[in-house]
């Protein structure tokens, strides 16, 4: 009897012991993932093979083959990569200048406007702009704001719209008690804030995403910055096919230089 346990033990053990695990060259993940979103590790190689090697352990995948293998027909863990490894640092009133330019056109504007964020992240860019606009007294019926974003974790994020002290660190208290109700630790955006806004969960890459339709102004702050100089052209090239008035400038990030 106790043999016969020993010798199921042994042949476990070696079973595991013949599972090759293989996290040496990220450079074929690199490069799907660049292919797929844009975003580029060139600079920070080590970074993801950290990050890459330990998304595979915790899902007991064997080597970086064994992931790319796995995503051709898995949607699911594609997405969770990309959620796992695109950067959502965002909060409200970020690059506060932009959005006072933003709220001028939108009050010399004789009709409704439509405004898209590209990328939206956890939702502080299109809200605050929704606060802005509705603080400059802009009636809601003359805006709406469409936010993309390829991360469907933050997306999910933006649609429930709870936030934390740090996101809203750039907001004045009357604005707080304005459009938030404030429980416990959390701050919970207000329905007629959130009304204003619909979120999609789209990469700016997809072929579809040229159907999103036509829009007044674009807001496409802080994405650019994780694509190299080619990618950035072609992002740039993307947005201006959508934009309504072909001399209307987009916002771009300060930091999204070319
Ligand atoms: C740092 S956040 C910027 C958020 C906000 N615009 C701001 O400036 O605070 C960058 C976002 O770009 C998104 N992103 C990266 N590549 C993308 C792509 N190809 N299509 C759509 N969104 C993308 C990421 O998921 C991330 O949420």
Do not use: W
Request: aromatic share 12%.
């Amino acid at each position: 009897m106790f043999s016969f346990f020993r010798n199921k033990k042994q042949v476990a053990d070696t079973a595991q012991q013949n599972i090759i695990q293989d996290y040496r060259d990220v450079t074929p993940v690199a490069e799907f993932f660049k292919n797929e979103t844009g975003v580029t590790f060139d600079k920070q190689v080590s970074i993801l093979q950290n990050k890459v090697t330990t998304f595979c352990k915790h899902r007991e995948i064997d080597s970086f083959t064994e992931l790319l293998k796995k995503m051709e027909h898995e949607r699911e863990l594609k997405q969770e990569l990309i959620d796992y490894l695109t950067t959502n640092e965002t909060f409200f009133y970020r690059e506060f200048k932009q959005i006072e330019e933003l709220v001028k056109l939108v009050k010399d504007a004789d009709r409704e406007v439509a405004v898209l964020c590209a990328p939206s992240a956890t939702g502080e860019e299109p809200y605050g702009i929704t606060i802005a606009l509705l603080e400059a007294g802009v009636a809601p019926n003359k805006f709406h704001i469409t936010g993309i974003d390829i991360n469907l974790d933050a997306t999910s994020r933006a649609k429930k719209a709870l936030y934390r002290e740090r996101n809203v660190r750039n907001l004045s208290e009357g604005v707080i008690e304005r459009y938030f109700t404030k429980s416990d630790l959390l701050y919970a955006l207000r329905e007629s804030v959130k009304s204003q806004v619909t979120f999609r969960v789209i990469n700016l890459f997809d072929p579809s995403f040229k159907n999103i339709g036509k829009f007044d102004f674009i807001f496409s702050r802080n994405m650019l910055i994780y694509f190299d100089k080619e990618t950035k052209l072609r992002a740039k090239e993307i947005l201006e096919s959508i934009r309504k008035n072909p001399n209307q400038e987009i916002f771009f990030g300060h930091a999204d230089l070319f």
